[in-house]
C-alpha cells in the first residue's frame, strides 16, 4: 500500500461522529506540512486541516470547533476526529503532505494545500445524512 493512505471513513447520521486514520511518509525533521483535504462532487477541493513541522495546527472555518486534527509521531499516523457530524461535511477525505524540506515560515499550512501537497491518498468517503 502506498503512502499516505487513509481510512475510517463511512456513512453517519447528522450529528454523529467518525474519525479518519492517515497513515504517512515519515519524516524525521521539521520542514514539512500535512493534513486532510476534503471534495465534494461539484466543489472545489477544501482544506480541512493540517499540521506543520512544528506541531501548528491550522483548522478551516467551517470544521473549528467539531473536527480535531492530531498526529501520532512514534507510529507516523494522522487523524482526524469528526464531531456532530452535518450533511455539508459529506465528501471525498484526502490525507495528504508536502515533500520533504518544504519551510514556509510566513504561511498557514492551509494556504499551502494548493500548491504544496505533493503526496495525496486515493481518499476516504464520507457521507452524512439528514
Known amino acids: 500500500q502506498g503512502l499516505p493512505a487513509e481510512s475510517g471513513g463511512g456513512s453517519v447520521q447528522a450529528g454523529g461522529s467518525l474519525r479518519l486514520s492517515c497513515a504517512v511518509l515519515p519524516y524525521s525533521h521539521n520542514e514539512y506540512y500535512m493534513g486532510w483535504i476534503r471534495q465534494a462532487p461539484g466543489k472545489e477541493r477544501e482544506g480541512v486541516a493540517c499540521?506543520?513541522?512544528?506541531?501548528?495546527?491550522s483548522n478551516a472555518d467551517p470544521v473549528k470547533g467539531r473536527f480535531t486534527l492530531s498526529k501520532d509521531n512514534a507510529n507516523n499516523m494522522l487523524y482526524l476526529q469528526m464531531n456532530n457530524l452535518n450533511p455539508e461535511d459529506s465528501a471525498m477525505y484526502y490525507c495528504?503532505?508536502?515533500?520533504?524540506?518544504?519551510?514556509?515560515?510566513?504561511?498557514?499550512?492551509?494556504?499551502?494545500?494548493?500548491?504544496?501537497?505533493?503526496?495525496w491518498g486515493q481518499g476516504t468517503q464520507v457521507t452524512v445524512s439528514s
Open positions: 495528504a503532505q508536502t515533500k520533504r524540506g518544504e519551510y514556509h515560515p510566513k504561511s498557514d499550512c492551509l494556504s499551502l494545500i494548493q500548491t504544496k501537497y505533493h503526496y
Open positions: 499540521i506543520d513541522g512544528a506541531g501548528r495546527i
